[in-house]
């Protein structure tokens, strides 16, 4: 049988788990400030309420990582959706609970809100989805597990296609379900069922990647405890430390070659990308007085783009392209979809959209299998987790910083995420560079 009908097949259970998990979490992004202050909160209450997740994600995800690389990836992930559709029910009973007012505030820095019950349970909740939220971080190392050097890009572009499409479907129909007599409970309600769905496919679809962990089968009620025991297969040597998970800590990780460089490439992405995701909203709103439909249709194409870049077109050029040089083309391309935002025009707009939207799709999943090359594949979890964290830590900074530099310096904060994207583009040309430094002396020798 051929590689190309065996690979699909085997990574269409986590692309699946990946586009579930996207669709169930976008679901809410369109409808989560409309819920905020009709239960007493405002646009800072909703700030701070955004940055739970990253922040407990930053917290959660390297221990999940390690984790997976010692009881498996398949454990880890169904304890990542039932924390997930735990919160999905904490955030369903925020709309049983009277609005009972704890306490108010009205500051100028603050603004006026209510903190009220229902609210505080919705903080409770998005608290306990970012701590368990680990399972993205997990899914790249499952996939870095079942991929091979020849498919590794072609596969990180798939799951990249699989976020983005998840992204376009999620907010649009949670556009419609909210429309209906139930308002936002329905969409909810459905993000909750989706996880579910999530729990049922990990469970009986996906098998165990870690080469060294046993898979115990799926979750049953009667076998709960044996499907959480661990055995490993012996295949690690004795004092290794890469056999040894609870030394996988910052400094172990940060220990393995290229893992800083690509870390802080890691960090600099997230910043770069929550100071656009920051900024386009209130410039959408502020500036080009765009309604709502206009901005969703403008990221519904960013979208669109970023399906078609990392699904077919990432198909072909990966076995043509060294992923590195995707990298740097791609970083380039967000740069300069970074400045022309800045430009008050529409048609120059999807232009940088349209930049933006590739850059993406090339620079994302070509870093991520460059990340799943790096270091051994038993540390993948923990690489993962902790890069996973670096994101998390940027998000939480971005986001923050991306609002209020655009009340001080409007479009000006385009242009800083165009700096940072040159600055990653020169991080990867540095990382480049030293590779082809290294490989050089091999070859000479060879031909020697």
Known sequence: MKLSTIIPSKIFPILLVNFIGIL??????????????DMGGNGFIYGILGAM???FQFIGAPILGSLSDRIGRKKVLVISQLGTFVAWLLFLLAFMLPKTELWSQHTDFTGSYVMTLPLITIFVARIFDGFTGGNVSVANAYLSDIST?????RNFGKMGASTSTGFVLGPAVAGVLASTFLGEVLPLLLAAVISLIAIFVINT???????????????????????????????????????????KGWATILRQPGIPLLYSVYFLTFLGFSLFYAGLPIYANTVLEWTAIDLGLFLAYSSGIMILVQGPVLSVLSSRVPNRSLILVGSL??????????????VLLYVANTA??????????????????????????????????????????????????????????????????LIITLLMLINFLRVKHKVSPVLDTMSA
Request: aromatic share 12%; hydrophobic share 45%; net charge negative.
């Open 333 to 346: 391309f967000i740069a300069g979809g970074f400045a022309l935002l800045s430009i008050q025009q529409v």
């Open 356 to 421: 933006f939207s590739i850059g993406n799709g090339l620079m994302w999943p070509s870093f991520l299998s460059l990340l799943a090359r790096t270091g051994s594949p038993q540390m993948q979890g923990a690489i993962q987790g902790y890069g996973n964290s670096m994101g998390s830590m940027a998000s939480m900074f971005g986001l923050v910083l991306g609002g209020i530099l655009f009340e001080r310096i409007n479009t000006i904060v385009f242009l800083i995420g165009a700096i940072i994207f």
């Open 24 to 37: 169930g979490y976008s679901i809410v992004i369109p409808i989560l400030i409309f819920i905020v202050v």
């Open 149 to 153: 050097d020849e498919d590794r890009d």
């Open 53 to 55: 997740y990253p922040f």
């Open 205 to 247: 679809r996906l098998k165990e990647s870690n080469p060294c962990v046993v898979d115990t089968g799926p979750l049953r009620t009667s076998s709960f405890r044996r499907f959480f025991q661990v055995e490993h297969k012996d295949c690690y040597l004795d004092g290794d430390i890469e056999a040894n998970p609870e030394k």
